[in-house]
T-cell receptor
Framework: ELKVEQNPLFLSMQEGKNYTIYCNYS?????LYWYRQDPGKSLESLFV?????AVKQEGRLMASLDTKARLSTLHITAAVHDLSATYFC??????????FGEGTQLTVNP | EPEVTQTPSHQVTQMGQEVILRCVPI?????FYWYRQILGQKVEFLVS????????KSEIFDDQFSVERPDGSNFTLKIRSTKLEDSAMYFC????????????FGPGTRLTVT
């Protein structure tokens, strides 16, 4: 059974600081997705990572995938309050289902 | 920009009642999914659907659940006899193909079973 683990689960950081969220998974896969969820809202797609070594950047967020280590990272640069949300990684190991991590609840304080 | 839509946004039902949650996937997508998220927890896969049949289902998707594509646009999730533990946010998603394509999520239906 595929297990996807994120850490930390809760992250409180100050504006302007950098931090990294980690996503480990237990089964071989080269398809990993990052989603953002605001309270009471749906899942917004952030990044689609489809190969080993894939790196994607959008604004203050950068995601990478190391399929050999079964690890993805979501790096936050110079955080701003608007980035406060819950971030989920999700792994596709079967081609027809996403297995989500527990989510990282990020709070950026002024 | 095309998007997945879901109705209703919130459904309150009594234990033991049947509910049908509706979704309209993005029009040229062929693969459809249901996920659920119990409040404060992670998102869990329920079922995937392609070519008018279930492709994969999770252990959560027992005989109480069924899915259907009754016409060319709607995709429904039926829960036959709701239980308190079915209370959750239910998300529909669609993708043009499995694997290598992201799944686009709808806004969700919050189901409250009393």
């Amino acid at each position: 059974e595929l297990k996807v683990e994120q850490n930390p689960l809760f992250l409180s950081m100050q504006e302007g600081k950098n931090y990294t969220i980690y996503c480990n998974y237990s089964t071989t896969s080269d398809r990993l997705y990052w989603y953002r969820q605001d309270p009471g809202k749906s899942l917004e797609s952030l990044f689609v990572l489809l190969s080993n070594g894939a790196v994607k950047q959008e604004g203050r967020l950068m995601a990478s995938l190391d399929t050999k280590a079964r690890l993805s990272t979501l790096h936050i640069t110079a955080a701003v309050h608007d980035l406060s949300a819950t971030y989920f990684c999700a792994v596709d190991a079967s081609g027809s289902r996403l297995t989500f991590g527990e989510g990282t609840q990020l709070t950026v304080n002024p | 920009e095309p998007e997945v839509t879901q109705t209703p946004s919130h459904q309150v039902t009594q234990m033991g009642q049947e509910v049908i949650l509706r979704c309209v996937p993005i029009s040229n997508h062929l693969y459809f999914y249901w996920y659920r998220q119990i409040l404060g927890q992670k998102v869990e896969f329920l079922v995937s659907f392609y070519n008018n049949e279930i492709s994969e289902k999770s252990e959560i998707f027992d005989d109480q659940f069924s899915v259907e594509r009754p016409d060319g646009s709607n995709f429904t999730l039926k829960i036959r006899s709701t239980k308190l533990e079915d209370s959750a946010m239910y998300f529909c998603a669609s993708s043009p193909a499995p694997a290598f394509y992201e799944q686009y999520f709808g806004p969700g239906t919050r189901l409250t079973v009393t």
